[in-house]
């Protein structure tokens, strides 16, 4: 089973049940205050939004969540999880990967489709695509701008943690990353919106502006969901 | 007993702050003798403890857990008896 969790101010978990949905997944969705995940849950993603306002800084409400202290456990366990925009700023923010995420550097909340690099694909989310390739993906945030510091990005760099990059530098993000995993490879987490722009109906049919190449994200989504039912997980 | 911290939280430096360079610049466009802008964000926290070393503890535990984050922060933190 697919976990999508909800914390206030979450926004974007319709958009990501209705992507496994269409996949005919089974998609759950699961409340910030919940002590435990259910014993059959083989996926967890913290969608997109503005969790409690982003009050203090981005995510750092819902990283000290009763849901964060199960999702450590799972994660320990070898369970897959991927946090996407507000749920990339979670998983920094509760330590369970490196960095953070800072205003992007024209202060400004960014909507847009951008063109991202595959820069690493050993891992269970990108496989399916060419390394090097390049994908479009939709972004809003006003806080995508990723930092760490030069030891922590050299080990990233090592364990090919750095999977997606911007190509360009939109928002300041050191060395234009825009998605990363951690060393295990269970864990992922990008700024982009693989969840958007799935249904037709998104696509803009007046002229062509190349949304329906956003479609790209369904095969990261679609990928990371086989791997993770595949494994056996001791909850 | 009950203490008073003021707690000072300020970006590392050598991390480009956007917000803080904004300022900057609109501040010395109005006054060109400004040289630098720091924007630090102040809690003024009241907790129960038995002694200032004690209240020091705790505060420090609640800023490393939550208020600061140890990759672009640093702080201070003053405690004073409430009278």
Redesign the interface.
């Known amino acids: 089973m697919i976990c999508v969790i909800k914390f206030l101010g979450s926004n974007c978990y319709e958009d990501m049940v209705n992507a496994y949905k269409k996949m005919n997944l089974d998609c759950q969705v699961i409340h910030h205050n919940d002590k435990s995940l259910p014993s059959e849950t083989k996926l967890v993603i913290l969608p997109g939004g503005f969790s409690w306002g982003d009050y203090?800084?981005c995510g750092?409400?819902a990283a000290?969540s009763n849901i964060i202290k199960a999702l450590k456990k799972f994660i320990d366990n070898g369970g897959v999880a991927i946090g996407i925009c507000n749920g990339f700023q979670i998983l920094c923010?509760s330590k369970i990967l490196p960095?953070?995420l800072?205003?992007?550097?024209?202060?400004k909340f960014m909507s847009m489709n951008v063109a991202l690099k595959v820069q690493n694909n050993d891992n269970i989310m990108l496989c399916d695509y060419k390394r090097d390739s390049i994908i479009n993906l939709p972004i809003a945030n006003g806080d995508g701008?990723y930092?760490?510091?030069q030891k922590t990005l050299d080990s990233m760099k090592e364990n090919n943690q750095i999977i997606l990059k911007y190509t360009s530098d939109i928002n300041?993000s050191i060395e234009q990353i825009a998605g990363i995993c951690n060393k295990d490879k269970n864990v992922f987490a990008l700024m982009p919106h693989p969840e958007r722009a799935l249904n037709i109906k998104s696509f803009n049919t007046k002229f062509e502006d190349f949304s329906s190449k956003n479609m790209d994200g369904f095969f990261m989504l679609q990928s990371l969901a086989k791997h993770a039912m595949n494994k056996n997980l001791c909850l | 007993m009950t203490f008073i911290a003021d707690i000072e939280i300020k970006q590392r430096e050598g991390i480009l702050d956007p917000e803080e360079d904004t300022i900057f610049r609109a501040i010395k466009h109005i006054n060109e003798n400004v040289s630098n802008v720091q924007l630090i964000k102040k809690f003024n926290i009241e907790i129960k403890a038995d002694s200032k070393d004690n209240a020091l503890k705790e505060c420090t535990i609640l800023v490393d857990d939550i208020l600061a984050n140890a990759i672009i922060h640093d702080y201070i933190i003053n405690i004073q008896e409430k009278i």
């Open positions: 203090l800084r750092a409400i000290r923010e960095g953070m800072l205003r992007n550097k024209n202060l701008n930092i760490t510091d300041g």
